[in-house]
């Protein structure tokens, strides 16, 4: 690696050095958010996914782009300039979106645009007009596209990192160089030279908590210098194989792959020479379905346990429970292509709601699980009456309450193994395959205690846990070991043997795919696809089942076929397992993505891992700490949290210099959260210089609670001066700075004529930033250290300093930032849940759809149940519920309900229903009474606002408030 910076010719050293950041002064944040979502709904296609879909909490690779690029870039006096400078470097820019064209079709160019007839020769199945020559329609064909609002664009192009850089970049250099004086001619030679300008050398970029490694690993990619760390080590082993094995050259990765492909060649000859996965005919196993066995307490029967009994809907296959009386059991049939009537009784399994329901019980309403579990309380703890498996347990003993059952095997065709496209069946279970179960287990029972001594098999105990406990309670687990089948455990300890760097990576992969956790994934009926086994790790948790799906060695072995290739440049990387706060590494830029206050508990959930991959590690992860240090993780919400993180960032600010740059990324929308976050910053030394909202994530059952869709980059320098600031002087500063920044975002927004920059939401959080500027800025107020706070306990309901001023600049910029249309005066007499109501109005009017922004409103104005406002929540096509919608909900209580507009819209509802306003009038004077006629001129202001910003949006409800409003204008005594 290169370890030396040569300067440029024409590159000035340090003439950088006092610049403001292009981040620190403007973002597009609307084109970065479409990018990000485009990145985010690519889904197992994301580049660092294959890695390991275990860790859920990547950034975008394309933030990530934007927020370096965007530190590195210097704010000039030209900032329209400067945006398109960077929208270039992004690959963002309508020339580049050309170049990133993936497929577009004939059908797809629309009709009636103005050039159509010249590109397209129509019909039933239009084609390309044939006196074309292939660069006029390509020509023509960007022309098209970029009349596309940019989201739209981006369905039909390759994502930035999916293309040659030579390609995507090509052209742009002359212009690059003159604007940033700089001589470049790839991007990480402008990378190193916009360092030299800023810091003297190559910028050294760092994550102190890298996680599952797109911060370090985009960085590198860019052509910075990397420092990565994080305490746990399966996220510094993803972190270190983004550099090593995603980002290898074109000859190491051919060499890895060889390698992988001789252990796996190995394994399988292995599995092939015991027989275990072949029946008599040459037929192999492509995956073995087992479920949970119990004894009903009511009957005495014994019961196959799972919800539901569909194997595969494509095919119409069903396990059918079959009566045997004489062993008070039941056999299990497999049956293909059944009706649909037999379909719709097998999915009704036999545990339902909690309670384990069979033909043979003649309560229909069967036993609770709980009852048959034993559960109980003993010393004000839940316990129950499983047994506590021992080290040396791998399957059930025969007393124990829950058994395991093989009950159908899906088989590949002789004929068909090693084709590309193999043709499978189901089948029951025969006393042959039995046997092989009953042989599998043998070897494994034998080399048990050996495998464990020699780290092939983990020997490692469950430590209890917020996701942990329930191992034990649901299953009576008590080691890491359990959570594996006996098949798993053979196929896995063989993968294990003579185990490299890069095989460590693969086996921590193949153990998301093959455990107990492990669901039966019958697909829909008309998907076309077949039935597959689940990972374990489909979200954040540690699921136990009743029944599960173990893959064969032949389908589980190409877990490694599909991780693609970006060759990094050479640059100095470097990764730490470390804790934050002990970091001690001098980086110009930090990135970090760091711990939420209900964040995942990575701490419990990586054991699964590091129990495989603690004994025996090869190099380099050998000289790693393989424990999760769970006491040493930052975590929870409380002082502890808080202290913990300042710890952390002063490391970080000490090995900061005064010139460098800190983004903190982070997800979250709970106000006492942010606020926590802003008294951390400005207890390690550090000053907010700006504040982006950009939409990182897809809907999902991933982000219930206080995850949303957006992510926060909050853009910090070092606090160099004491200075000390009297609480009544700063809310002035604070009113000023806010009038300064909404006038420089506006006027980029005025001179920016291909799209709307800046949504209500980004000038919002904007002016939030502005506030935060001015507060950091100060080291005390009132000579009192307010930083203080984060070290303390607060009482219930107890504001800080900050979270007062934190408020106050909300509440500024929310007077600022009155609608268009929309009375100044009207607009300070509003309640916090019509305020956003009357905002996202106007917003919903100028075409948003993102729920990231309605969140954020909503945590501006306080609003704490803003979806009962709602009409949709999806991700990017959220909107409040109309008039029609909210109906007569909502009508009942304070605040809202009583408001005049909540009253104007029901209003605006009784007149659609009758298409009558005198209806709606009618409601409003008998609700109001003798206030009707001082309160008629508001009502009148409300209607016509709605009115206004539902014309296009609710066409109906426009209409119906328009005469409602001109009703309600003429009405007299």
């Known amino acids: 690696m290169n370890t030396m910076t040569l300067i440029p010719p024409k ?33 197992a296609g994301q580049t660092l996914t294959a890695l390991g879909s275990y860790w859920k909490g990547r950034k975008p690779l394309i933030l990530v782009r934007a927020t370096v690029l965007g530190c590195l870039l210097p704010a000039t006096n030209d900032p329209m300039k400067d945006l398109r400078i960077f929208l270039m470097l992004m690959g963002m820019d309508d020339t580049a979106i050309a170049r990133r064209i993936k497929s577009i079709s004939p059908r797809d160019i629309d009709s009636d645009w103005s050039s159509y007839s010249k590109l397209v020769e129509p019909g039933d199945r239009p084609v390309w007009s044939k006196s074309l020559t292939k660069e006029d329609r390509h020509r023509l064909v960007a022309e098209w596209l970029a009349t596309l ?150 009957t005495g029967w014994i019961v196959p346990m799972a919800p539901s009994w569909v194997i595969s809907k494509t095919r119409s296959v069903i396990a059918r429970l079959v009566p045997d009386h004489d062993r008070r059991r039941y056999e299990i049939v497999i049956e293909t292509g059944v009706d649909e009537e037999a379909m719709k009784v097998a999915a009704q399994g036999t545990v339902q709601g909690g309670r384990l329901v069979h033909p043979m019980n003649p309560e229909k309403d069967g036993v609770a699980i709980s009852v048959i579990r034993g559960d109980h309380r003993e010393d004000r703890i839940n316990k129950n009456s499983l047994r506590r498996w ?75 846990g917020e996701e942990t406990t329930r191992l034990l309670r649901e299953r009576g687990w008590t080691h890491w070991h359990h959570l594996f089948g006996a098949r798993q455990l053979l196929m896995l300890s063989l993968s294990r043997r003579d185990i490299s760097a890069f095989g460590a990576l693969i086996l921590a992969n193949d153990l998301n795919f093959n455990a107990k956790l492990c669901g039966i994934h019958s697909r829909s009926a008309n998907s076309g696809r077949d039935t597959c086994i689940d990972r374990v790790f489909i979200n954040q948790a540690l699921n136990t089942l009743l029944n599960y799906g173990v893959r064969s060695f032949e389908y589980a072995a190409d877990n490694s076929t599909n991780i693609p290739s970006l060759t990094l440049p050479d640059t100095r990387r470097e990764v730490v397992p470390r804790n934050a706060n002990m970091h001690g590494v001098s980086c110009e830029l930090f990135v970090t993505d760091p711990p939420y206050a209900d964040a995942v508990n990575y701490h419990e959930i990586t054991e699964f891992f590091i129990a495989w991959l603690r004994k025996n590690a090869p190099p380099p992860f050998d000289q790693w700490t393989w424990d999760s240090q769970r006491s040493k993780a ?63 994530e897809t809907e999902s059952a991933l982000k219930e609670g206080n995850y949303v869709q957006g992510t926060i980059l909050l853009v910090l320098r070092k606090r160099l001066a004491a200075k000390n600031a009297k609480r009544m002087d700063i809310e002035g500063e604070i009113e000023s700075e806010v009038d300064r920044q909404l006038k420089v975002l506006h006027d980029l927004d005025e001179d920016w004529t291909a799209e709307r920059l800046y949504t209500d939401g980004d000038l919002q959080l904007a002016a939030y930033a502005a506030a935060l500027r001015v507060i950091t800025g100060y080291e005390t107020i009132d000579r009192v250290e307010v930083g203080a706070d984060v070290y303390r306990k607060f009482k219930k309901g107890e504001k800080t300093v900050i979270r007062e001023l934190i408020e106050y600049a909300a509440s500024v910029a929310n007077n600022k930032l009155v609608p268009e249309g929309f009375q100044t005066g009207l607009w300070r007499e509003l309640d916090p849940a019509s305020r956003f109501y009357v905002r996202m109005l106007d917003m919903e009017s100028k075409g948003t759809t993102r729920f990231a922004d309605f969140q954020d409103f909503a945590k501006t104005f306080a609003v704490a149940d803003h979806k009962a406002l709602m009409g949709s929540t ?39 229903q009758k298409e009558d306003p005198k209806y709606g009038m009618s409601y409003l004077r008998t609700e109001y009474g003798p206030d009707y006629w001082p309160t008629r001129t508001k009502l009148v202001e409300f209607a016509r606002y709605v009115a206004l910003k539902t014309v296009k949006t609710r066409p109906a409800e426009y209409a119906a408030a328009d005469l409602l409003a001109q009703k309600l204008e003429v009405d007299r005594l």
């Open 11 to 43: 590159v000035a050293p340090l003439s950088l050095a006092d610049a403001p950041s292009f981040i620190e002064r403007e973002l597009p944040v609307g084109r970065i958010s479409a990018e990000a979502y485009k990145e985010r709904k690519a889904g």
């Open 149 to 298: 609002p940019y989201d739209d664009r981006l369905a039909f192009c390759f994502r930035p990192e999916e293309c040659n850089d030579d390609e995507l970049f090509a052209g742009i250099w002359d212009e690059v160089n003159a604007h940033l004086k700089t001589s470049a001619r790839s991007f990480p030679e402008l990378i190193e030279q916009l360092g030299i300008m800023r810091f003297g050398h190559r910028p050294k970029v760092a994550d102190t908590f890298c996680g599952g490694g797109s911060i370090p690993f985009e960085a590198a990619r860019m052509g910075c210098d990397v420092y990565a760390s994080d305490l746990n080590p399966i996220a510094c082993m993803l972190t270190w194989g983004a550099f090593n094995f995603i980002g290898a050259s074109k000859e190491k990765r051919a060499e890895v792959d060889a390698e992988q492909k001789r252990v796996a060649q190995a394994v399988d000859a292995e599995i092939t020479r015991l027989g275990v996965e072949h029946d008599a005919h040459g037929n192999r196993a492509k995956a073995y379905l087992y479920c949970l066995e119990t004894r009903c307490p009511k």
């Open 390 to 464: 021992e080290k040396h347990d791998f399957v059930p003993r025969p007393e124990d309450t829950m058994q395991e059952r093989l009950y159908c095997i899906q088989w590949i065709t002789k004929a068909s193994l090693g084709k590309r496209r193999q043709h499978t069946f189901f089948a029951s279970v025969t006393d042959e395959d039995l046997a092989r179960e009953r042989q599998v287990e043998a070897v494994v029972r034998e080399n048990l205690a050996r495998w464990q001594d020699e780290g092939l098999m983990p020997d490692m105990p469950i430590e209890p």
């Open 634 to 696: 930052i975590k929870g919400s409380d002082e502890k949290f808080r202290a913990d993180m300042v710890d952390a960032y002063k490391a970080i600010a000490t090995h900061m210099p005064d010139n460098g740059l800190q983004v903190v990324m982070f997800t979250h929308q709970d106000a006492g959260v942010w606020a926590d976050l802003a008294a951390i910053m400005w207890s390690a030394g550090l000053r907010v210089t700006a504040a982006w909202n950009i939409v990182t």
């Open 874 to 912: 999806k991700a990017n096509a959220a909107s409040l519920a109309g008039a029609d919608e909210m109906k007569a909900r909502l009508l009942e209580g304070k605040g809202f309900p009583t408001s005049p507009l909540r009253r104007v819209l029901f209003a605006i509802y009784k007149t659609m």
